[in-house]
């Protein structure tokens, strides 16, 4: 007889491998993280649908055509997808935007090049988005919708970058001198930067202010761009005051690189025509300009984390709050307009008594 101390388990089965067991209950449902997530994803892809419809069709260069068409591809099968999704559970598919949005055969607004980098902004929110949402999936079909748009976006996206260094658009952040030695901080001027002596930037914050100022730029061009065709005059004031912004934020990130004698990177307003036809609706460009403000507010996020002198701190977070605030200003505008579906939201417990009762 086996000597087995009292209270120990005897244990002679091998452990059960992940995922052997196949007829256990599964909720079907949507989580409301799913649910949330998937709704977004809808609309962004609608909306790159629609923009990429009117960009292939303006485009010239074979090469960035090329891309973009593969991109347009993507966001037709990924619709399709999520359709299929929402309707296992009968859930509505979001109106969002259609051909209703979109003039492809409008005059030319944007250079090839242009379009081609703002899609690969458009790209890298979706894969930021994709893995967020990837995280929190646990319906199988989810995570493999998930699964295969950070396959995509990845390759997409570096699509994209090659063909943009390829035709010379495209620039790497500044190049620093190597370490000759292994360092340890030991100063608390080491955060220092808002007032009197402060250190050079690190690698890290000028990756950071390089690619945030990058950003902008390209903002700024699409902005003016959008400020040229839209039809409304209420539209219009917010494209100018988000240009006033986004101004601002470019001539104080400047500043921080050419105070360290770095280079700048490029700027984009002569990549625009003098179009005045407008290519897409303004509820559309509204949401491009939202979804636009979404972005950096998540990236400026990620460099606030990474970045700790204080003047560029600061900035970065001055940048947040002034961001959001123009950000309510557009979610304002879009609801007086008819404009902004509502996202899934929980069951008001209170109205449905007193409906009851």
């Given amino acids: 007889m086996e000597n087995v101390q009292p209270g120990t388990p005897h244990i002679t089965e091998q452990p059960i491998p992940f995922n052997a067991i196949k007829d256990s209950p599964n909720d079907e449902r949507l989580s ?184 902008k730029m390209i903002e700024r061009a699409l902005i003016l761009g959008f400020s040229q065709v839209v039809q409304s005059q209420k539209v219009l004031a917010f494209l100018s005051e988000g240009k006033q912004l986004v101004d601002k934020q470019v001539e104080g990130w400047s500043k921080i690189l050419q105070d360290e004698d770095l280079p700048l990177p490029v700027t984009w307003e002569h990549e625009i025509t003098d179009c005045a036809e407008s290519p897409f609706t303004d509820k559309l460009i509204m949401f491009a300009i939202l979804t636009m403000m979404r972005n950096s507010v998540t990236m400026l996020g990620i460099s606030l984390a990474n970045c700790v002198r204080a003047d560029i701190v600061t900035a970065f977070a001055g940048t947040i709050i002034a961001l959001q605030a123009y950000a309510k200003d557009a979610l304002d505008l879009m609801i007086s307009s008819g404009w902004l579906e509502k996202i899934p939201q929980a069951a008001d417990r209170l109205e449905i008594i007193n409906q009851s009762h």
């Fill in 32 to 215: 409301a993280a799913e649910m949330g997530h998937l709704w977004e994803m809808y609309l962004y892809n609608a909306a790159a649908k629609c923009q990429l419809q009117y960009f292939t069709a303006k485009t010239q260069d074979p090469e960035i055509y090329g891309v973009l068409d593969f991109a347009l591809q993507i966001m037709n099968t990924r619709l399709n997808k999520l359709t299929q999704i929402f309707n296992t559970v009968g859930f509505p598919i979001p109106q969002a935007f259609n051909d209703e949005d979109v003039e492809p055969n409008a005059r030319r607004l944007f250079s090839d090049g242009f379009m081609l980098v703002y899609i690969q902004g458009l790209v890298n929110f979706e894969l930021v988005e994709s893995l967020m949402g990837s995280t929190r999936a646990v319906r199988t079909d989810v995570k493999e919708y998930y699964n295969a748009c950070i396959d995509e976006t990845q390759d997409l996206f570096n699509r994209a970058g090659e063909t943009l260094l390829r035709k010379g658009l495209w620039f790497k952040p500044p190049n620093i001198p190597v370490p000759d030695r292994v360092e340890y901080i030991h100063q608390d001027t080491f955060f220092a930067g808002l007032i009197g002596d402060k250190r050079p930037m690190n690698a890290l914050e000028i990756f950071h202010v390089h690619t945030r100022l990058q950003t």
